[in-house]
């Protein structure tokens, strides 16, 4: 049995399933030729890099370090700009996978235009980014009202299935879900990266340039797990997880937690084999518990 989204729109005859394992948004760039790759590896849909109204440099270096089994990042949302992307746009979806398009705005009226304008390269899904911690964005989803606002604009242009990301750095992420569902998201995506800081003992400062960066990576795995099974039992639309998933048996937590789909980020740069691992391991589980479908897990914790 296939899972499908609500309100499904096909686009350029790509038709989005809620289902399987995705490339996470701002992993192996913003090029068609590195998400090919990707695709070639066995991901069912790619999440472009988060593209804005703008070209956007990003933040000064260091923006990246390593930390206690995960990646902090601060790279400031580098990007060309919405009106640059049309062309890595048309590559990548002439590789006949559903590829989601990730934007961001820093006030309302700015994702509106991305939006409009991301509509118009017809992607499979627009996923909004309502939670970079490292970036002003990062307020938006740590506030249900701003959340409901951001999603409903968007909402109103976007004729495609809208998914709503959002960050374990609020304090009710419940309540920032509910928000997202009510202001019309098809789908919510949880988690985006963990607030987080490296100090270098010698320097005696923090590492990264920006001082606060985003955890990701094994490390943030349990708290992605707690935030996505907290969802499950509130929301009625379906939940994409992401955050530290590195092998099957994340997987299946995640699935167990309540995912429907799965996004990989940090992983996949260990290497792209990770998306085959993935699905081979996650079946044969299936197989040997006795179950016939994915479906018969995704929430099965919650339901004991
Ligand atoms: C270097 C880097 C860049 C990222 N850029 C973005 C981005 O542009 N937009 C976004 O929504 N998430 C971005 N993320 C967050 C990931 O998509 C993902 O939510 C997070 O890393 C947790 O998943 P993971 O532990 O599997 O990497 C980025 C993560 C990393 C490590």
């Given at each position: 049995m296939l899972i499908t989204a609500p309100q499904l729109v096909p686009q350029d005859e790509i038709t989005l399933k809620i289902e399987g394992y995705w490339l996470a948004s701002g992993?192996?760039?913003?090029?068609g030729s590195s998400m090919r790759r990707v695709i070639n590896a066995g991901a069912d849909a790619v999440v472009t890099k988060s593209i804005g109204p703008r070209p956007r440099k990003g933040n000064?270096?260091?923006?990246l370090t390593a930390s206690h089994g995960g990646l902090l990042n601060?790279?400031?949302?580098t990007n060309p700009g919405i009106d640059q992307f049309s062309e890595e746009m048309e590559l990548m979806k002439s590789s006949g996978i559903p590829v989601v398009l990730s934007i961001f705005g820093s006030t309302i009226d700015e994702l509106v235009d991305v939006a409009r304008k991301g509509v118009s390269m017809a992607p499979a899904a627009i996923e909004l980014n309502?939670?970079?911690?490292?970036?002003?964005?990062?307020?938006?989803?740590?506030d249900p009202c701003l959340t409901y606002d951001f999603v409903h604009a968007a909402r109103e242009v976007a004729d495609c299935p809208l998914l709503a990301k959002i960050t374990p750095?609020?304090?009710?992420i419940v309540a920032i879900g509910q928000a997202a569902e009510r202001a019309g998201a098809d789908a919510v995506v949880a988690i985006n990266t963990v607030r987080a800081m490296k100090i270098d003992i010698y320097q005696r400062?923090?590492?990264?340039a920006n001082k606060v960066g985003g955890l990701s990576g094994p490390s943030i795995f349990p708290i992605a797990v707690r935030c996505i099974y907290d969802l499950y039992s509130a929301l009625s639309i379906p939940i994409i997880g992401v955050g530290g998933v590195s092998s099957w048996e994340d997987a299946i937590e995640m699935h167990m937690a309540g995912a429907r789909a799965i996004e990989v980020g940090t992983a996949v740069l260990q290497g792209i084999g990770i998306f085959r691992q993935i699905k081979e391991g996650v079946q044969v589980y299936l197989k040997e518990q006795g179950f016939t479908d994915i479906s018969e897990i995704v929430g099965i914790a919650g339901r004991t």
């Open positions: 992993i192996l760039g913003v090029t000064p270096g260091p923006i601060a790279v400031g949302l309502l939670s970079c911690p490292h970036a002003e964005i990062g307020q938006i989803s740590l750095n609020a304090s009710d400062r923090p590492v990264l």
